[in-house]
Each structure stands twice: as C-alpha cells, then as structure tokens.
C-alpha cells in the first residue's frame, strides 16, 4: 500500500520560500486552546452529541409543558377509558398515545412528568454534590482522625443497598415527593464525597500546591481555590451518573408507592397504577417507560462524552 | 497477604458497629410512640401499652437500650414479626435461600457476558460490534429495571406464553425443601417436570435482575482492557511474537480483571435493590419481597431487623471480594 | 547484503488536529553485527520507524515503504503468522520504561520461559535452566531464587537485565534499544550499556540503539543516523560524524553538549541555517 508522501507545502517544518527545512521550526503541531479541544473530543461522539440533543428537548418539553400539552393532565375523560394510542385500530387522534384507566392523556401526562423527574434529577444532585464535596474537601484536606471518622459514616451509608436504604429513610418521614428526594440525596452524597477525598489527598501533596501555601494562601482558599478546580473531571462525570440514579431511583420509589403519590404525573408513580394493565392496555405501561428511559439514556451518553472528554488517558491520536 | 486480610478485618468492625447503630436508631427515629407503631390500627388499652414498654425496654435510657440491643443481637434475637408472630431471625433464613439462589444465578449470568462481551469491545474497539455491545449495555443500565421486567412479562408470559409470570415453581408440584435452592430441590425430588418447572420461572426474574450487572460489567471490562491493551507490557508480549489470542486472552485479560472483580463485588449491593424490585413483580418470595411488603405493613421490627441482616450479609460479600481481589492482585499479594 | 534495509518508510496517524506523520520518507540500513545507533529529540520518529520494523505499531497507523527487507525478505509483505515468528526469534526489542515493559501479573522465570517455549523446542526442564543461564548472563544475582520473583519486587536496573534476558533468549540477529537507560541511573546506565554491548558482540548480534545522549553514541556506536521530524538528517559513521558533520543540525546537536556551554548557556538549535529537502 502507498500512501500520499506527506505535503511539503503543509509541513510547518519546511520553509516555504526556499523549501528547505526549518531547524528551529517550533512544535509540530499548533496546539488549540482547552474548551475548542474539549468541545472537538465531546463532539466526536455521535453519541454524546445526540445525548445531548435529545436532553436538550426534554428540557424544552418539562419547561413547556403547561402550553404544549394537548390536554389537561389531571382531566378524566370519562367517555375515553382505556384508549389505545393513536395510530392502532381503536386509538383516537386527540389521544396521541392512549389513554389511562381513568381517562387521562398519557401524552400530556409524560410531558408533566418530565418536570418532576428533571425537578427531582437537578435537586438531588445538586444537594449531594454540594454536601458531598464539602466532607471529601474536609476529609481529605484535615486528614486524620476526621478523615478516618468521615470515611466511617460513608463506608456505613454504603454498606446498605441504596434503594433499600431511601426506602426505609422514605418510610421514616414519609411517602412523597420531597421526602423522596432527600432520602436519594442521602443516599448518593458518599459517592461525591469519597471521589472529593481520593482526588483531595491525591492533589494536596503536588507541587503547585505547596507553592501556594508558600505563598501565603490560607486553608480554605486552598481547599476552593487551588486544590478543588483540579478535581472536577470525576465530580462531573459522577453528577451526570448522578442524575441518572436520581431519576430511576424515584421512579423506583415511585413504583413502589413511597415517591411521589397519585395523582401527581411522575413516571414510576405512572407505572405503578399501570402494574394491572399488563395483558390488557400494553400502552400505560410501556410509554411512561420509554420516557424514563429516553431521559436516563440522553444523560449517560452525555456522561460518556464527557467521561471521553475530561479523562486524559484516553486520548488516543 | 495476610495484613491485608486482617487490616481489612479490622476496618470492618466499626462499620458493622455502625450499622448495628443505624438499624437500633431506625425505629426510635420514628414520629410517634413506638408501642402505638406496632400495634398498628388497633391500639392498645394503656395497661398493655405499659406492659409493652418495659417489656421493649422503652421506658428505659437510650444508651441503655442499645447495649440491651446488641446483647440482644449477640443472642441471634432480631425481634419478633409483629404479623406472624415469628423470630425475624428465622423468617430471614426462610426466605434468604429465594433470594440468594436468584443472586447467584443473576451475577454468574452477568459475569460470564459481560466479560466476554467487554473483551469482545475492548479487541475490536471502534468496530460496529464495539458501538453495538456498549450501546446495548449503555441501554441495559438507563433502564428501569421494573419497567423492562414489566415488558419482558408482556411479551414472553402475556403475549407468547412461554414463561410463568409470577412464583418459584408451578403450583402443582409439591416436594420436601432440602437445601431451599429450587434449582436443586427439584432435582432431588425426581419429580418428572419439576427441574424444568423451576428453571421457567426463574428465567425471566434472572434475566431482569442480571440486566444492570451485565452491562456494568460489560462497560469495565472494556475500559480496563483498553486500559490494559496501552500498556508497555503488551507490547513486550507483542514483541515476542506470541499469539494475539494468547496476548489478548492471558496477558490482557488476567491484568484487566483485576479491577473487574471490585466492580463485581459492588454489583451485589445493586443486586440486593433489584431484588427488590424483581421480586415484587414476579412475587418471588425472597426477602426483597419481604422487606416491601413489612414497610406497607409497618412490620416494623421486621424492617429493623432485616435492614441488618442484610447490611451484615452485604459487608461480608464485600469482604470476600476485597480478600479475592487481594489475591488476584500480585502487588497486594506478594509484598 | 545488509541485514536490515528501509526505503522511503512513511508512518502517518489520524489526530484530533489532522493527519500527523511521525516518519517520512526514512532510509535506512543496518548491517549484521553492527551497532547503529539514531539520535534525535523528542518528536522526531525514531521510535515509531523501529516499532514499524517489529511490527507493533497500533492498528490505527498508517505504514507504507517502497522496501522494509530483512535478510532479503520482504516483511511488511508477509502474513501476520510469519511475522510473529521473526519477532522474538530473529529481532526483538526492548523499550524505555523497564518495569513497566514486564507482565505485574506474572513472575520473570514465567515471562522468560514464554519466548522459549513458543520460539524453540526445549522441554520444561530445559527451558528453566535455560532461563537461569539468562538470569546469570544478564548479571542478576542468585538466578534460580529471581525466576518466582514478580517485576514490582525488583528495580529498574534488575527489570531491564530480564527484558534484555528476553530479548536475547532465542539469539536474535537485531536488537533493537529504544532508550533503554533514559529512565535508570546513571549508575546503572553504564552497566546496563556494557551489558548490551558485551552481549552484541558475543552473539554477533546488529544492535540498533535508539537514544538521544550523544555522549552514549560516541562510546558504543559505530554508525550514527540522525533524525529530525521524522526525516533522517544524516548518517555517517560515529568518528565521521564527531569530527566533521554535514548537517547543520547535527552541528547544532553536537554543540549543545554541556561540555561546550560557554558563558553559561547552551547554544541553541536556532538560526543554524536550513537543510535542503532531499530530491
């Protein structure tokens, strides 16, 4: 096989003028600034890249709902029980996909609860993420007795599977929504935290960082300012996976009666009163659950292009 | 080989004293007067309420009660099940054999793909077969795992009629219980039909429960491998003219799963939540069931007790696969 | 006949910033028993050129030569099968970072009896022995205890003499040195070059050394190529090259010795002039 002999005119080696070849030509290639380079792997992936497209809509149709939703989700048709979706042989045009028992829009009903599930993905993660990077940092940052007591309560939480855990925190303060939400928190805060720590101890002993208390940098400004920006590549990758585990984990929650309560539009409360429908409206059960699923998948393809992105290692030219 | 079995021994003791703590603060944490809890809707006339209390040890210090608690514990006495009457203990060790024989089936299921699967990446990674086995894992994990059983009944129970929808073993067949597993039991019993009986119903719960395992396991194995394959090592096997099955398959492999055997170990706890789930829907009677359906019933010594058992059992499989990934591990193993 | 010939070897990868080519249009020869050795700076190819040779480039290169002959035979026209068996039996290679180029899953006695097991016909005894008679040439002490240790229980030094001792176990005609001592002490730098050479010369091994020490050339080499941004400046035999180089990069090389640091900085490669592109 014969490939092209490399182009003189595009080598920056060679000197145009004279052809010949620079001694002190610089580096071989122009090297581009971080967020184009990030921006250019993120986007390599076609997964991510749709990840991110198809997240972007379901933002739009969580913010939009209450205008774009053909009906009302909590109106009960009572002369439209159990219609099957559109495009089969007894579905109805107004109902795009079916109806419930009691006669709601599913449609309508999915696009209300894809603000809960986004209101329930962004409030856990951002109060896990918080909470959790505020005990690594300190964890990692004091060391000693504190970091093993940490690490103790974390390793505790962990030692308990995590659904069963929000479940009995659920059952402790009661079935909801909100309740839902902070037992999940809960739940996923140790992972933040542990991932803080680990990068914490692996960063307090570099270099820059004694150059900086050197300086004159005080404690918490090295815990913020100098140590915290270089450990963000994993806290990202694990708030998108995050995300994910908040949704499915409400949905769980949901199903099983301890999330958020009927009549409220959340896709797991949704698949719970659909259980009975199995053999008989297939539609209840499957769209709420595409919905989850759409979601969850566009956030852990854009974990994955992210993942991808942030982590050196596999930058393979 | 051997500090490192017992640091990981010590460093398990204040976590287990942890959880014992958490499981006695759980049902003190909850509003209300806890005889009146588990009495439930009934009540109690205020002669008995008393009674209830000392023989609870309510009336007592808290601190009190926690060492009454462990000593307790120490006594193999987790309480009592306010709605059969038994010891949590043995209610645990009835329904313990259901879950954990679905556990095994679920985890050597999802090891044994995704393994193979991620070796099948990480070797022809960038191919279609790549994209394809990472996109099917990636769907496997975003999934609701109740949602996709949930299908899996409508299509193969309700629609084809292939597999049962609901139980370990057809209600027609009847045979003594030796060892618990049904797998084993039926085929001890002899009975015609009954192995076969068994292994339908546990398909479709194993297919569910091993679904996010799978495809976790199948997403590590990939990225270690990868990880492994940049190694200068490999090229030093390369280098010696070997085999590229035998580069990929012993040198790559015995260095990727390494890290694989920790991912496996933290899937059991991901496994106990699917449980859960998968055996409310297939009315399997584990103790996933049992724990959800003590919840609703404010069984709550149940909850209490059974939160325990399974942290403890948790923590042990996690130190059974600390200890193995020791030994896999020749850096850990040979100081 | 030389024993190794390379004509107009191009070696090109796909990057994020465009196509790179890390080699272009290199000459080279080698003859049996010689020890070449190719100096350039970082960038400059010499690596991937002899990675291309044993075959170990990832798939994700691009390789093409009017000619890449060794002994005769044309190996970038043979079938994968084939080349596996020249690698390892006729050229094998050892690599810059010595831990880290041996198995941490397996013992060194393992890694050794491996290239013999697939490359000759000794049975297992043979091959242990055969192993430790390695150990001992290569200079590890107490030989026959080494063969169950594991490579993160040695140094790098110790590492390097296994690798070598693999390299060496089938009697190759080439070696190749892809900076073998840049990651060592210089304490041990030396003895591990003294190695390599006394074996060259015992085995009548080629010995294609790739650094980019200058003081390590002018001791052990007896032709140099010098590479500059995956193209071959010159190459000339090591006196020729010290006493009166062509090119004037070589010059510039050759002037950044610290040896020739005057006022206390070293003369840089700049502005010493451009060098004509071959026709």
Known sequence: ?317 | MLRFTLSRLLLIVPTFIGITLIAFVFIRMLPGDPVLLMAGERGVSPERHAELMAQFGFDKPMWRQYVDYIGQLLQGNFGFSFSTKQPVLTEFMARFPATLELALCAIVLATVLGVSAGILAAVKRGSWIDQATMSAALVGYSMPIFWWALLLIILFSTTLGWTPVSGRISLTQFFPRVTGFMLIDSLLSGRPGAFRSALHHLILPTIVLATIPLAVIARQTRSAMLEVLGEVYMMTARSKGLSPSRVIGLHALRNALIPVVTTIGLQVSVLMGGAILTETIFSWPGIGKWMIDSISRRDYQVVQGGLLLIAAMVMVVNLTVDLLYGLVNPRVRHK | MALLEIRNLTVSFETAAGRFHAVKGLDLSVDAGEVLAIVGESGSGKSVAMLAVMGLLPATADVSADAMLFEGRDILALPPRERRRLAGREMAMIFQEPIASLNPCFTVGFQIMETLKRHTDLDAAARRRRAIELLDAVGIPEPETRLGSFPHQMSGGQCQRVMIAIATACTPKLLIADEPTTALDVTIQKQILDLLLRLQIEHGMALVLITHDMGVVAETADRVAVQYRGRKMEDADVLTLFENPQNPYTRALLAALPENAGDGRLPTVAATGNWELPA
């Open chain 1, 1 to 317: 096989m014969t490939l092209p002999t490399p182009d003189p005119a595009s080598d920056p080696a060679v000197d145009p003028a004279s052809g010949t070849i620079k001694l002190d030509a610089g580096p071989a290639m122009q090297p581009v600034s971080p967020l184009v380079e990030n921006w250019h792997y993120f986007t390599r992936s076609r997964g991510a890249v749709l990840g991110l497209g198809v997240f972007m809509a379901m933002v739009a149709i969580a913010v939009l709902a209450p205008w774009i939703a053909p009906h009302d989700p909590a109106v009960q048709y009572r002369d439209a029980l159990l219609v099957p979706p559109a495009w089969t042989e007894n579905g109805r045009a107004a109902f795009l996909l079916g109806t419930d028992a009691v006669g709601r829009d599913i449609l309508s009903r999915m696009m209300h609860g894809a603000r809960f599930s986004l209101l329930i993905g962004l409030v856990v993660v951002t109060i896990a993420l918080a909470s959790g990077i505020l005990v690594g940092l300190i964890a990692g940052y004091v060391g000693g007795k504190t970091d093993a007591l940490i690490m103790r309560v974390m390793d505790i939480i962990l030692a308990f599977p995590s659904l069963l855990l929000a479940l009995v925190l659920v059952a402790i303060l009661g079935p909801g929504l909100f309740n839902a939400m902070l037992a999940i928190s809960l739940v996923l805060q140790p992972h933040f935290a542990r991932l803080t720590r680990g990068a914490v101890l692996a960063e307090k002993n570099r270099e820059y960082v004694t150059a900086a208390s050197v300086a004159g940098a005080g404690h918490l400004r090295l815990m913020l300012v100098t140590i915290l920006p270089n450990c963000l590549a994993p806290l990202i990758v694990q708030a998108t996976l995050s995300f994910s585990s908040a949704i499915l984990d409400a949905a769980a929650l949901g199903f099983l009666g301890m999330g958020a309560q009927p009549p409220i539009p959340e896709w797991g409360t949704m698949l719970a009163e659909a259980r009975e429908f199995i053999s008989s409206a297939w539609w209840v059960v499957t769209m709420p659950g595409l919905a989850i699923l759409a979601t969850v998948l566009s956030i852990n393809l854009i974990g994955d292009g992210l993942r991808d992105t942030l982590d050196p290692k596999l930058k393979r030219s």
